[in-house]
């Protein structure tokens, strides 16, 4: 019974957490409609100056597009798996949105794997590389207490034996 309990709390907290995130998003959906809106009517404003914006000027949201899809897809599949009715609201939804292709999905999964694991080698050998320079530091900081050490000693030694021979 409390294991049951403890599961349920444990539910219970994941959905609001998701619940949260859900209403985050759904605060940026609209933002950013607004935005698409917003630049919609700046090019309708100026059809004779749409050669001036630069190519990069568009919405950020075409290298998000594929992401943004990838996510529309795991919520459908989320709300299909999770029993909800074919006449609710999200199934007429999950029937509006076009359908992703699981292997555009994949390559696009695929490539951000790709580029998560060479910025990851990038890191480790910039890592590496300031490793292997403070050893190679550490090391010619060591050959020089050394030699100062060994100079020391036959200081030392010099001076005893000036002062032996003092004494004869």
């Known amino acids: ?4 309990m403890k599961e349920l709390e444990q539910e219970k907290d994941v959905l609001l957490q998701g619940l949260e995130v859900v209403e985050r998003v759904r605060e940026w959906y ?3 409609i607004q935005m698409v809106q917003e630049h919609q009517k700046y090019l309708g404003k100026n ?5 001036f914006l630069p190519e990069g000027s568009q919405s950020h949201l075409g290298r ?3 992401k943004l ?3 529309i897809h795991c919520l459908s599949e989320l709300l299909a798996t999770s029993g909800k009715p074919l006449n609710s609201p999200s199934s007429v939804v999950n029937r509006l949105v076009a359908p992703v292709p699981t292997a555009s999905l994949a390559l696009a ?4 794997a790709i580029n998560m694991l060479k910025e990851q080698n990038r890191l480790l050998t910039k890592e590496v590389t300031d490793k292997s320079e403070r050893i190679t530091q550490l ?30």
Do not use: C, W, Y
Request: proline share 2%; glycine share 2%; hydrophobic share 30%.
């Open 30 to 32: 609209h933002q950013q």
């Open 64 to 66: 998000l597009l594929p």
């Open 69 to 71: 899809q990838e996510v």
């Open 139 to 168: 090391e010619q900081e060591k050959s020089s207490l050394i030699k100062q050490l060994f100079e020391a000693r036959a200081r030392s030694n010099h001076e005893t034996s000036q002062l032996d021979s003092t004494f004869i």
């Open 109 to 112: 999964g695929n490539q951000q």
């Open 1 to 4: 019974m409390l294991k049951q």
């Open 47 to 51: 059809k004779a100056n749409n050669d």
